[in-house]
Every structure is written in structure tokens, then in C-alpha cells.
């Protein structure tokens, strides 16, 4: 009995030896790719902080949409967001 119980172990073990070296290799798995640092900016109008690359400039100001450059632009002083 002891016998059959060490054969089993050791198939069990060639087994596992033997997936082993015919699965594909496995490299470690790479962080995804980071987005660069970007600077954060103010909405001239509302306030609004948000990456700069992702405002509407005008005359060198930043807005946070088309909507607060052109009341902006046309001097409407409403109130923000």
C-alpha cells in the first residue's frame, strides 16, 4: 500500500513538473503606462481646477468649457457654476 501511495505522489509531482515547463512563460506583470505629470489649472471664470490639458484658452487665460470663455469674453458677469 505504501508502494501505491508513493507512486501517486511521484506522478502527482511529474505531473505538476511537467505543466510547468510547457506553460507559456510569464513575465511580470508591467504597471500600465503612467500619464506624464500635467499642471492643474483654475477656470478665470468659475474657479473650477482641472488638468490644463482639458481647458479652452483664450488670450491666455483657461476655462473649464467653451460656455464660461464666451460669457467671458462678451463680459457677462453671472454667476459660476
Given at each position: 500500500?505504501?508502494k501505491?501511495?508513493l507512486l ?9 513538473l511537467?505543466?510547468k515547463?510547457?506553460?507559456?512563460e510569464r513575465?511580470?506583470a508591467?504597471?500600465?503606462a503612467?500619464?506624464?505629470?500635467e499642471?492643474m489649472?483654475?477656470c478665470?471664470?468659475?474657479g473650477?481646477?482641472?488638468p490644463?490639458s ?12 467653451e460656455?464660461?470663455r464666451?460669457?467671458?469674453e462678451s463680459?457677462?458677469g453671472g454667476?459660476g457654476?
Amino acid at each position: 500500500m505504501g508502494k501505491l501511495i508513493l507512486l501517486g505522489v511521484l506522478a502527482i509531482v511529474v505531473w505538476w513538473l511537467w505543466r510547468k515547463l510547457q506553460a507559456p512563460e510569464r513575465t511580470a506583470a508591467q504597471p500600465p503606462a503612467s500619464r506624464p505629470v500635467e499642471s492643474m489649472v483654475s477656470c478665470a471664470r468659475c474657479g473650477l481646477n482641472q488638468p490644463r490639458s482639458e481647458c479652452v484658452e483664450s488670450a491666455g487665460r483657461f476655462y473649464c468649457c467653451e460656455q464660461h470663455r464666451r460669457d467671458a469674453e462678451s463680459g457677462d458677469g453671472g454667476e459660476g457654476r
